[in-house]
Nanobody
Framework: QVQLVESGGGLVQPGGSLRLSCAAS????????MGWYRQAPGKQRELVAA???????NYADSVKGRFTISRDNAKNTVYLQMNNLKPEDTAVYYC???????????????WGQGTQVTVSS
C-alpha cells in the first residue's frame, strides 16, 4: 500500500557531501515521523536522524553538526543532507515513515529498500 524509495547514495571522498531523498507514495492519509537509519557491515542498524510532522529533529551524536534532516510534506519526502562525510559514515542508509493509510485506524512503520553510501579516497 505504501512504498518508500530512496535515492542519492553513491561514492564520495572524505570531506565531501551527499543528499539523500526518500519519497513515500501510495494510499497515504497522513505521515507522522520520518527518519533515516544506517547499517554498516557487521553492525546493527542505528538511528541517524529523525523528524516529526512538526519539524522537530533528533540526531545521533556522531552526525550532529554535519547532517541535516528535512521534509517536504506536500511531496511526502524526507531528505538527509550529509556534509563533511567520513569513512565511518559508510553504510546502507534506510528511510522510514510512520504512516496512516486511507481506511486504516492504525499507524504503521514503513521502510525503504536502502541506498549505499561509501566514503573513501
Amino acid at each position: 500500500q505504501v512504498q518508500l524509495v530512496e535515492s542519492g547514495g553513491g561514492l564520495v571522498q572524505p570531506g565531501g557531501s551527499l543528499r539523500l531523498s526518500c519519497a513515500a507514495s501510495g494510499s497515504i492519509f497522513s505521515i507522522n515521523a520520518m527518519g533515516w537509519y544506517r547499517q554498516a557491515p557487521g553492525k546493527q542498524r542505528e538511528l541517524v536522524a529523525a523528524i516529526t510532522s512538526g519539524n522537530s529533529t533528533n540526531y545521533a551524536d556522531s552526525v550532529k553538526g554535519r547532517f541535516t534532516i528535512s521534509r517536504d510534506n506536500a511531496k511526502n519526502t524526507v531528505y538527509l543532507q550529509m556534509n563533511n562525510l567520513k569513512p565511518e559514515d559508510t553504510a546502507v542508509y534506510y528511510c522510514n515513515a510512520d504512516v496512516l493509510t486511507y481506511g486504516s485506524r492504525f499507524w504503521y512503520l514503513y521502510w525503504g529498500q536502502g541506498t549505499q553510501v561509501t566514503v573513501s579516497s
